[in-house]
């Protein structure tokens, strides 16, 4: 039974950084696609970065390329994303998001099949 929990949420002003964990258990497989979510009120869910952990390959939005950063810790226990120059427009409650073994990486949240609880980013 896969489990995500997401921490490092938080409160931070414009520039600023933050860094979001976000703890895998479950998994019997070594790969699989795993990554991040956000969604602001009123606004539909929407694909922020991912990694496949088979190879290591990696996505971003347009939105967060070159301030985001996604990666993984060896033994693929924790899932981290690392948000720099950080922007009002990134304020969202963001998710970490997971598909089944084996399968590869999609932008569409329908396809991914195991959520965290959510973790809320503000910017000032």
């Known amino acids: 039974h896969v489990q995500l929990v997401e921490s490092g949420g938080g409160s931070v002003q414009a520039g600023g950084s933050l860094r979001l964990s976000c703890r895998v258990s479950?998994?019997?497989?070594?790969?699989?696609?795993i990554g991040w979510f956000r969604q602001a009120p009123v606004k539909e869910r929407e694909a922020v970065a991912f990694i496949y952990t088979g190879g290591g390959s990696t996505y971003y939005a347009d939105s967060v390329k070159g301030r985001f950063t996604i990666s993984q810790d060896n033994a693929k226990i924790t899932l981290y994303l690392q948000m720099n120059s950080l922007k009002p427009e990134d304020i969202a409650m963001y998710y970490c998001a997971s598909r089944g073994s084996g399968a590869y990486c999609s932008s569409r949240a329908a396809e991914f099949g195991y959520w965290g609880q959510g973790t809320q980013v503000t910017v000032s």
């Open positions: 479950g998994y019997t497989s070594s790969r699989y696609c």
